[in-house]
């Protein structure tokens, strides 16, 4: 007997119907991109990324040594605003991954005598937006690219919480604000000044933000410059509530980057 369609949700009289999103008999959690040779992209992958802070780290040498031995790919950032604080980023497809050799790594020394700065720990995903050319390399290989880049060593990570009235604009409306915003980065991004990474946070974070943004750079102002200027975009200033705090670090040590080399 085939599983009945599931019903509509029943509101309050207050309620009007068409405020509420259709229910659709079968939920697509793909990823998806721009059409290719006139076929649509889709991808059932993404990557996890996780950045985790330390404090009273005066020696980063044996952790550098400890991430070399496990193979973990990641980066190892000494923090600009502690001088001795360091920061972890890890990645995976897999979130297990978080949950076992990277929990495992940092239970026991040289991490688990450094104290925990969770004020910066921040985990996001990589996500579509309908319109990259390339959905794979831009789901799972743009963001190692960047971040394990010896040429970018300086990055800020932060997360952001957008206000619920961004979430009451139409999609053209939305369009429209977000396409502004992208502009900038872009432009950044083409004169080689800084790279950015956007992840969705929504669900993984403890404080309820939305996104992980990271910046990557082969030098610090840049990154600096291109926060100042997104201040100014309509996204920034009026549909934001919340950005911060900034995690801003300098590479120590990267993985290598599977056809390249990362810092030792």
Not at 241 to 246: A, H, L
Request: proline fraction near 9%.
């Amino acid at each position: 007997m085939p599983a009945a369609a599931p019903e509509a949700p029943r509101l309050p009289p207050s309620v009007p119907r068409d405020s509420v999103p259709a229910v659709s008999a079968v939920l697509d959690l793909n990823e998806k991109g721009a059409p290719r040779g006139g076929a649509p992209q889709t991808l059932d992958r993404r990557l996890f990324v996780s950045l985790q802070a330390f404090g009273d780290c005066k020696d980063a040498g044996p952790l550098v040594r400890a991430l070399k031995k496990s193979g973990i790919p990641g980066v190892l950032y000494a923090e600009l605003n502690d001088p001795r604080g360091v920061g972890l980023l890890l990645m995976s497809e897999d979130p297990e991954f978080f949950a076992g050799p990277t929990r495992r790594l940092l239970n026991r020394p040289p991490f688990s005598r450094l104290s925990m700065k969770s004020e910066y720990a921040m985990l996001g995903r990589t996500y579509s937006t309908g319109y990259e050319p390339d959905l794979r390399d831009y789901l799972l290989a743009r963001t190692p690219r960047l971040v394990l880049d010896p040429q970018k060593p300086w990055a800020l990570w932060y997360p952001l919480r957008r206000t619920g009235e961004f979430s009451r604009l139409s999609p053209q409306e939305q369009g429209q604000v977000l396409r502004e915003h992208g502009a900038l980065g872009r432009q950044f991004g083409e004169a080689g000044f800084a790279s950015d990474i956007r992840l969705v946070s929504a669900g993984l974070d403890k404080n309820d933000n939305d996104f992980t943004i990271g910046i990557v750079g082969a030098a610090l102002h840049p990154l600096s410059a291109l926060v100042a200027a997104m201040r100014k975009t309509v996204q920034t200033s009026r549909y934001i509530e919340k950005m911060g705090p900034f995690f801003v670090g300098r590479a120590l040590w990267q993985a290598p980057l599977a056809g390249g080399k990362g810092r030792k």
